[in-house]
Nanobody, 124 residues
């Protein structure tokens, strides 16, 4: 069992930045990729970004490419999402997830463990 706890969400004006963090605890001795997803009110959960176990591979949704950066701490049990140039359409609950494989994957089905989510609100 892996427990994931997100932090860093909040309210920011359009054009601003936020940095989300996700700390993993529990059975963290397996090699797993990690990802960020988001869900806006009335919409389905969507993929945002993913990073491989080693941290050397990343993958982004087109909607955030060039604005968001995913990274992984040296201890491998923490993952970050730096969000710059935020837009009102980025408003959502952001979820951290731990994957089945070491590779960075986009489908939600490739992730076994999920955090509780952190709210990001971008005002216009």
């Amino acid at each position: 069992q892996v427990r994931l706890v997100e932090s860093g969400g909040g309210l920011v004006q359009a054009g601003g930045s936020l940095r989300l963090s996700c700390a993993a605890s529990g059975r963290t001795n397996s090699n797993y990729g990690m990802g960020w997803f988001r869900q806006a009110p009335g919409k389905e959960r969507e993929f945002v970004a993913a990073i491989s176990w080693s941290g050397g591979g990343t993958y982004y949704a087109d909607s955030v490419k060039g604005r968001f950066t995913i990274s992984r701490g040296n201890a491998k049990n923490t993952v970050y999402l730096q969000m710059n140039s935020l837009k009102p359409e980025d408003t959502a609950v952001y979820y951290c997830a731990a994957g089945i494989s070491p590779a960075p994957m986009s489908p939600a089905a490739e992730y076994r463990y999920w955090g509780q989510g952190t709210q990001v609100t971008v005002s216009s």
